[in-house]
DNA sequence: TGCCACTAACTATAGAGATAGGTAGTTTGT
DNA sequence: ACAAACTACCTATCTCTATAGTTAGTGGCA
């Protein structure tokens, strides 16, 4: 039910088509919950029904319209609830590291190409964050420059330091699992120098 | 479909039926991908139709039966397969980054109670993690100890340290998470001393 | 003998998520 | 005038996951 509660924190800066929410989720909350648009205009749909959204229908050039959602009292009610109730705790479910633990079965060059993949994955991932990272410290992240408006210049400083601290927090994953898979290729290297031998 | 691989992965060790499989997920592979019985045992079948598996019905009890699978050679060579192909990559989906983001948005005595939460799980998740970690590094590992009865002596070394490398990748991230939701506590005593203002 | 925890093997159902399309209007550049 | 790229909004389908049950035999112990 996570999506739900990503379209509502990004709705509570501003109100947006489905189109500007599934550009906005690429861009902001995807690094922190991703969602193809195929799954974004239904949900938005069912919010509506559920009284969390309102949708006004504004012109688009000549005679085109698009739909625009607004957070209503109700949404922003459950957004708080949802704030405040304990988080759900993922399960482990990550493929990385179920084939790390089998690696004696790969050929050593398709395990050395995963590490790099997985590495490469995470570097360019980690360079993202840390460039959005960025735009909110000075400020200069759109989104986040949207939703300061509706708030005292004495709250700017509290609002940033949380997303800040999110993204802290992706950056020290991304960190982590970069210096695990140039461990591995250490690894590989040094127990894979010779042709591997086949199980019995 | 990693749930198809790592079953694979759980009963290349040895036969198992399916509350055999059930149990030891609880115990090892869990760690690295978490699966309910519900999905086990369909997935068994399926396994099986695909001849990835055979089954051999062993008698239980007086009247009882049970339903032993075995890796056939598709299966190996199915298993082979995955591990040389591109490991998936996961789409971010963590719903404590996504609150942590918006933590404006939640009351201080509830913020604080969110993180001690997190950061209380993933203390508990390391420390079954080091156990397992330790079992392994000693070869007390139940399921470790049956995969390498099929192995020459030489390539325990070999198998053995894959199985902790995956291991360490585990325990740096629930590291990670305990420093990063260990900030967060303190991030919150620093912004939410005084009771909250609201949003205009 | 009766009860209980455990082993064994599911089923049913709903919701989440991934992948792959489709349709129609708009804007921009040539 | 036309194409290409972009905006807008979906639908269809399949697989994956989660939650919560069901049914039946086993082994021990009080």
Chains 1, 2 share one sequence.
Do not use: C
């Not at 739900?4 to 088509?17: D, E, I, Q």
């Not at 050039?61 to 607004?70: F, I, M, Q, V």
């Not at 993202?128 to 700017?156: F, G, I, K, N, Q």
């Amino acid at each position: 039910m996570s999506l739900r509660f990503a379209l509502l924190a990004l709705l509570t800066s501003r109100p947006m088509t489905g189109y500007d929410v599934s550009k906005q989720f690429s861009q902001s909350v995807a690094h922190v919950w991703h969602a193809p648009d195929s799954q974004i205009y239904p949900e938005l749909n069912r919010m509506e029904r559920d009284g969390l959204l309102e949708s006004a229908v504004v012109p688009w050039g000549k005679k085109g319209t698009k739909k625009e959602y607004a957070v209503t009292e109700a949404g922003v009610k459950a957004f708080r609830e949802w704030m405040d109730s304990p988080i759900e705790i993922r399960r482990q479910r990550e493929p990385a590291y179920l084939k790390a633990a089998y690696l004696e079965w790969a050929e050593p060059g398709a395990a050395r190409a995963e590490l790099k993949q997985f590495r490469d994955h995470w570097t360019e991932h980690l360079a993202m964050l840390e460039a959005t990272r960025a735009t909110l410290v000075d400020r200069s992240h759109p989104t986040l420059a949207r939703r300061l408006e509706h708030y005292d210049a004495s709250e700017w400083d509290r609002i940033v330091r949380y997303k800040i601290f999110a993204y802290d927090g992706l950056i020290d994953q991304a960190r982590a699992a970069i210096t695990w898979a140039e461990r591995g290729l250490l690894l590989v290297e040094e127990l894979e120098g010779s042709p591997s031998t086949e199980p019995a």
